[in-house]
């Protein structure tokens, strides 16, 4: 794995500062296949700010369903031919989330369960 820049570190430390996870490869809208590195969380107001503190400027953000992610096409994906580019770091669902989740296939659950069969 390649060295790491000096922004692509701050990308780290505003994930942990904000409890959001790194994406080491993301392409976003109208990237057409380039990729950059990236932050998934809860609130990206809170993520551009504490990166805004620390110099880090010029952030986009997408919608992940349940969260969001900020990403800087300026800082260049960290590439690894061993790790699925599409991984998160630390995965997983908040308990949040997987609360959410729970809930909507319950519901969809029972939704089925009520419907009339035609």
Do not use: H
Request: glycine residues 8%.
């Amino acid at each position: 794995m390649e060295q790491k820049t000096k922004e692509q570190e701050l990308v780290y430390k505003i994930a942990r500062e904000v409890d959001g996870k790194v994406r080491e490869s993301y392409s976003g809208r109208g990237m057409f296949s380039d990729t950059c590195m990236g932050i998934v969380c809860d609130n990206a107001t809170e993520c551009i700010e504490v990166a805004g503190k620390l110099g880090l400027r010029g952030s986009k953000t997408d919608s992940m369903g349940l969260s969001v992610i900020v990403y800087w096409e300026s800082i260049p994906a960290l590439e690894d031919d061993e790790e699925d580019e599409e991984e998160l770091l630390d995965c997983g669902y908040s308990d949040k989330e997987e609360k959410q989740i729970e809930d909507e296939e319950e519901i969809e659950f029972e939704q089925e369960d009520v419907c009339p069969r035609i």
